[in-house]
């Protein structure tokens, strides 16, 4: 059996579709993956659970209503460097001020109006600039399948 976090996007659009699974079952599946992996992998940041399945609530209500969007209430992550409305984007470094963004960036506003549901923002390096994933601001990120490596720069 797959585990619901690992679901490719286009089989959970199908199975919501098919009300085999939906976006709020999905949602707790990801935030239990996330509890349990974040402290390892340290990839995360700006998650905000009860926002998450809000989305996730919101788009089961579009699915059951027959207004489903193209990806909705599939789960996302952006890179902390995509601006959303009311999370501060550090940009991986320590001296950047904690200022919430006023608005959501271009990709973070077409992933909300498609129906995805955005679950966390993703670290980065400083910047975004070095290679070494190193960040001022974040602990260093693990490879969630060697965890003696980093997934390198700004991955």
């Known amino acids: 059996m797959t585990l619901l976090h690992a679901i ?19 949602m707790h599946a990801v935030l239990d993956r996330i509890e349990h992996s974040e402290p390892r992998i340290a990839a995360t940041w700006a998650l ?48 950047t001020p904690l200022v919430p963004a006023l608005a959501d960036a271009p990709p973070a506003a ?7 549901v955005l679950v966390c923002k993703t670290t980065m390096p400083d910047w975004g600039m070095l290679s070494s994933g190193l960040s001022s601001f974040h602990k260093l990120s693990r490879n969630p399948w060697d965890l003696t490596k980093t997934p390198g720069g700004s991955s």
């Open 110 to 116: 077409r992933l909300r109006e498609a129906g995805a």
């Open 8 to 26: 490719p996007a286009t089989e959970l659009l199908r199975a919501y579709a098919q009300r085999r699974l939906s976006p709020v079952e999905v």
């Open 48 to 95: 905000d659970a009860d926002a998450a399945l809000t989305m996730a609530h919101e788009s089961e209500t579009r699915w059951r209503n027959g207004d489903a969007r193209e990806l909705e209430g599939v789960p996302v992550t952006l890179k902390e460097n995509i601006a959303t409305e009311g999370t501060p984007v550090p940009l991986g470094c320590a001296a």
